[in-house]
């Protein structure tokens, strides 16, 4: 056997593996945003305003797992340093009630932005003090403490003419505990025009309680529900990275099966790129048959990716309720589940609050319960995992 180290002719492919562009996983950024313009746009007016020392409006970005929230933010972080912002990420935590880690992250970015302001950057904040190994509070890490901290941020940003793009993912998890402090310091930061940018992200709920309760700070929070892609949507994660990377063009007939079988998902959308793109045969076009072979090889990693979901589900009561909504289509009211299940709301409340968490389900309307991902209940249906 030849080395296929020696011999670069060897893999057979029509596109080189190491170009492939597309970015399945996570939290990992595409290499096009399909159907995003809005989405993209907000997020372009704040760093605008940001870099010409402006208060922006705080946006909320909304959507079920997987359909590219932590992305975009990672990818707007990424645009904004490249003109010159600071950026601050933090990962919202279901047991940091007392937002000790959330404060431990923004006095690292406080550090980073006082290194560039010389000695006595930090002089008179309300809680940040120099320290022997960086900023340090004045006092006890708790929520109080956050939210002066959110503030100092603000004034700093200020002192040193220098935009700060504070992005928080997964807010739902710690929900009014971190948001209260954070949206209230961040509203008075930009009452005296600092320009400090929040851009937040979590499950579709995320937040609602604030905006039902009518918090003087929502106003200024815009936010932006992040769906399934459209056919169009779709058709440009997929053509873009194969035009701009290969030069290659895709077939309708290609286009529209890969926007059939994901459904628009975006986690699902990468993967069919990806595998469409090793899988080429010819380096110019992509062609039905290449997107039959693609999506051989998609369906088992999607099969893992329903299979890792089911696992998550808690035993009895919730297993029950994914498996009467898998059989109404995966969309259905309440009621009507229940009827199946035979339980009452009350009794059904727990592992319908637990699907929610867990971002198994989501709520597309009151009263309605629905999978997060597109052909859950197809997989259900076909494996009966409750039985097994
Ligand atoms: N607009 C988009 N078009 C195509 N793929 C996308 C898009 N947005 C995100 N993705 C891809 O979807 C996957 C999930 O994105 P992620 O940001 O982790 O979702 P979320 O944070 O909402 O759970 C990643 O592989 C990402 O590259
Ligand atoms: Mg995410």
């Known amino acids: ?33 399909g159907g995003r313009e809005d989405a ?46 600071a950026t601050i990420h933090v990962e919202a935590d279901r047991d940091d009630t007392e937002l000790i880690r959330a404060t431990s992250v923004l006095l690292r970015g406080i550090g980073e932005l006082a290194a560039h302001g010389g000695e006595g950057a930090l002089a008179s904040l309300a809680v940040a003090r120099d320290g022997p190994d960086g900023p340090r509070l004045k006092g006890p890490a708790d929520a109080e403490a956050f939210e002066a901290l959110v503030g100092d941020l603000g004034e ?42 929040v851009l937040l992200s979590g499950l579709p709920t995320a937040a609602e309680n604030l905006f039902d309760e009518g918090q003087t700070y929502t106003e200024r929070l815009a936010r932006v529900d992040l769906g399934l892609l459209g056919a169009p949507g779709t058709a440009e994660a997929i053509r873009r990275p194969f035009a701009r990377v290969g030069g290659v063009e895709v077939d309708d007939a290609v286009v529209e099966e890969v926007h059939a079988a994901s459904g628009g998902y975006p986690w699902f959308v990468q993967p069919w790129g990806e595998a469409l793109w090793d899988l080429a045969t010819d380096p110019g076009r992509i062609e039905l048959p290449v997107a039959r072979a693609a999506g051989a090889r998609v369906r088992v990693r999607v099969d893992d990716f329903y299979a890792t979901r089911w696992r998550r589900v808690p035993s009895g009561r919730a297993q029950l309720l994914v498996q009467a909504l898998a059989e109404q289509g995966g969309d259905a009211a309440m009621g009507d589940l229940l009827e199946v299940v035979d339980i009452t709301h009350q009794a059904a409340s727990p592992a319908r609050r637990a699907l929610l968490d867990l971002g198994i389900c989501w709520a597309p309307g009151r009263g309605r319960l629905a999978f997060s991902v597109p052909g859950f209940e197809r997989w259900v249906l076909s494996t009966r995992p409750v039985e097994a």
């Open 40 to 85: 993209l746009l907000r997020a372009r007016i704040v760093v605008e305003q940001l870099t010409a020392g402006v208060a922006p409006e705080f946006v909320l970005y909304r959507g079920v797992r997987g359909v590219g929230k932590t992305a975009l933010l990672a990818y707007v972080r990424q645009r904004a340093r490249q003109l010159g912002l």
């Open 1 to 33: 056997m030849p080395n296929p180290f020696d011999d670069l002719t060897m893999g057979g492919a029509a596109l080189p593996a190491s170009a492939n562009p597309f970015r399945p996983g996570m939290g990992r950024i595409p290499p096009d945003f």
């Open 156 to 197: 700093l940003a200020t002192r040193l003419r220098r935009g700060v793009l504070l992005t928080i993912d997964e807010v739902h998890e710690a929900g009014d505990v971190l948001l209260g402090p954070l949206l209230r310091a961040a509203h008075r930061a930009a009452q005296d025009d600092a320009p400090l940018g």
